[in-house]
């Protein structure tokens, strides 16, 4: 009996920690899918980074 106990304790504790690190995933994937980059000059929006590096090269 103490040993299935302590097994589902383990188990539980496994899923708990496999449950965390989806809650943490998920978010950093949806933002990484959405990345805009933005001017921190005039505050214009890029899709993407090189986008942005050659927008700010004309503010120089
Ligand atoms: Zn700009």
């Known amino acids: 009996m103490c040993r299935d106990g ?11 920690r ?5 809650r943490r995933n998920t978010p950093t994937v949806a933002v990484a899918t959405t ?3 933005t001017c921190p000059t ?5 899709g ?9 090269r004309t503010h120089r």
Do not use: D, K, P, V
């Not at 005039?42 to 890029?46: G, K, L």
């Open 18 to 22: 496999q449950e965390r690190r989806l």
């Open 48 to 56: 993407s980074r090189i986008g942005l590096f050659s927008h700010q």
């Open 35 to 37: 990345t805009t980059y």
């Open 6 to 16: 302590t097994q589902m304790l383990e188990e539980e504790r496994t899923a708990r």
């Open 42 to 46: 005039c505050n214009m929006i890029c």
